[in-house]
């Protein structure tokens, strides 16, 4: 079995479908992915099962969330695009940012974009807590998302400045999720964010996995987030 075959099979019992659009998008994201492990570390996951469920399965299942076909996306922490150049391949109406402060990780992720043929997707190069105090990206976003980049509390502070009010972080967990989301209590306060829905989920092979999608309530103070060092050494 292919990429395609594996996923489409991976996928049904969730009652999602992979139309042959983004399949063949999809089947140019593995063998990109493929041919610059070879020169760069971007993902440790590697075969051909892995790559369908672990990334390309897990990132759509977040659609079971919310409706992305339109509006504002960034991906924060994006390492090889996950999920944010899967959504904007399945979603060519939702205009994606993509945010990692690996300079090298993010040009491979801009050369495999274009080799899908995906064009609504743009890149920062920056670090998370610094983007989000720049007037061009701060408050600016209907969605944030983000897997596997920091603990929750730490989490929500790169990612909540993002968000517009009224918009939405999509944070993807693994099975600590419970206990990263009882630390994350008091962030959750000073940042204004609520968690207003959470989508538990097996995945093929038995990975548990959660996505808490947390609403921007309103705007929060300019203190945040706080420069590097002091976010991650005193997390909120
Ligand atoms: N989201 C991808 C995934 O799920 O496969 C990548 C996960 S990788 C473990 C974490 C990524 O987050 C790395 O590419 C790293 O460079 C990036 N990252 C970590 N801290 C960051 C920060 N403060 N600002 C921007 N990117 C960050």
């Not at 206990?179 to 995945?203: I, P, Q, R, S």
Request: with cysteine; hydrophobic share 45%.
């Amino acid at each position: 079995m292919g990429v395609t075959e594996i996923l489409r099979a991976a996928a049904a019992p969730y009652g999602l479908t992979v139309d042959d659009g983004l399949a063949a998008k999809l089947e140019i994201y593995a063998r990109e992915l493929a041919a610059w492990n070879e020169k760069l570390n971007l993902t440790a996951i590697r075969d051909e099962q892995g790559v369908a469920v672990k990334h390309f399965l897990d990132c759509l299942l977040v659609t079971q969330c919310a409706d992305f076909s339109s509006g504002t996306l960034i991906d924060v922490g994006t390492g090889a695009g996950f999920p944010g150049l899967v959504l904007a391949a399945a979603f060519p109406g939702l205009s994606v940012t993509l945010l990692d402060s690996t300079g090298k990780k993010l040009a491979a992720v801009e050369s495999i974009a274009k080799e899908m043929g995906v064009s609504n997707v743009a890149f920062i190069h920056a670090r998370a807590e610094e983007a989000g105090r720049l007037p061009a990206y701060r408050e600016r976003f209907d969605f944030v998302t983000a897997r596997a980049v920091a603990a929750l509390p730490v989490l929500l502070e790169y990612a909540l400045p993002f968000a517009r009010t009224g918009g939405a972080f999509f944070a993807m967990k693994g099975a600590a999720a419970g206990e990263e989301l009882t630390a994350a209590a008091n962030a959750l306060a000073v940042l204004h964010g609520e968690v207003v829905k959470e989508y538990d989920f097996t995945l093929p092979g038995g990975d548990e996995r959660t996505v808490f999608c947390i609403k921007k309530i309103s705007q929060i103070s300019p203190k945040y987030p706080r420069p590097s060092a002091q976010l991650t050494k005193k997390p909120l």
